[in-house]
C-alpha cells in the first residue's frame, strides 16, 4: 500500500515541475468538465475492472467541485469438491469534493483532488454441479469510501481532452471492515462554457 501512496503522490507532484518549462498561453477555464472513461481497481491483490464519470464545475480557475461516480466488478470461477463456484464482487461509488487545477500550461492539465463519498458492495456466490450444495447467496453493504489522488489531462485541442492517467489511493470501509487499494483511470475530458476570471 505504501508504493500505492508513493506512485499517487509522484503523479501529483511530478507534473508542477513542469510548469516553468512553458510560456504558450493555456486554454480558457472552462464553466463545466465531464470525464468518461475505463477504470481499473487494484484492491487487495485483486483486480476490478469498470469505468467512472466525473462532472466538475469550476468555481475560478484553479479550483473546482467535482462528482465522481463509478462502478467495478470481478468475477471468478472455481471447481472443487462441492462442485463449480461462481463468485462475482461488484462496487458501485458516489463520491464528491474539491479539485484543484493548475492551468498555466496550454497541453498539459495537472489537478489533485479530494472525494469523500459512499460505495454500494454486492457479493454474489452461486453453486451448480452438487444438488446439495446448490444454490446462490448474495450480500448488500454501504459503506463510506475515499478517493485521494490526481491525474494528468492532455489537449487535443480547446474542447477536447485526453486523461493520460488520473491514479488516486482509494478506500472503502463497509461492515466495518476497511478496503484499501489504488484506483486508475484513463479516458476523455469535454469541457463546457467559459469562465472570465
Known amino acids: 500500500m505504501r508504493k500505492a501512496v508513493v506512485a499517487v503522490g509522484w503523479l501529483v507532484l511530478f507534473p508542477w ?26 484492491l487487495e491483490g485483486s483486480d476490478m475492472n469498470g469505468w467512472g464519470i466525473s462532472l466538475a464545475g469550476n468555481v475560478n480557475k484553479n479550483l473546482g ?15 472443487g469438491v462441492l462442485g463449480t463456484a461462481k ?4 462496487f458501485h461509488s458516489f463520491m464528491a469534493g474539491p479539485r484543484i487545477t493548475e492551468r498555466k500550461l496550454k497541453w498539459i492539465t495537472p489537478f489533485t483532488h479530494a472525494l469523500f463519498g459512499m460505495t454500494r458492495v454486492n457479493a454474489k456466490l452461486r453453486l ?11 450480500e448488500d453493504q454501504t459503506g ?21 492517467l488520473q491514479a488516486d489511493y482509494y478506500l472503502i470501509r463497509a461492515d466495518k471492515i476497511k478496503h484499501e487499494g489504488l484506483r486508475l483511470s484513463v479516458g476523455v475530458l469535454i469541457r463546457f462554457g467559459r469562465r472570465e476570471n
Open 17 to 42: 515541475t513542469l510548469l516553468a518549462q512553458s510560456d504558450q498561453l493555456p486554454h480558457p477555464t472552462p464553466k463545466a468538465e465531464l470525464f468518461g472513461g475505463y477504470s481499473l481497481v487494484h
Open 65 to 79: 467541485i467535482v462528482g465522481d461516480f463509478s462502478r467495478h466488478s470481478n468475477r471468478e470461477s472455481s471447481l
Open 87 to 90: 463468485s462475482e464482487l461488484t
Open 128 to 138: 451448480s454441479g452438487n444438488p446439495a450444495t446448490a444454490g446462490t447467496t448474495a
Open 144 to 164: 463510506f469510501s475515499m478517493a485521494l489522488g490526481g491525474g494528468l489531462d492532455i489537449s487535443a485541442d480547446d474542447r477536447y481532452f485526453i486523461r493520460l
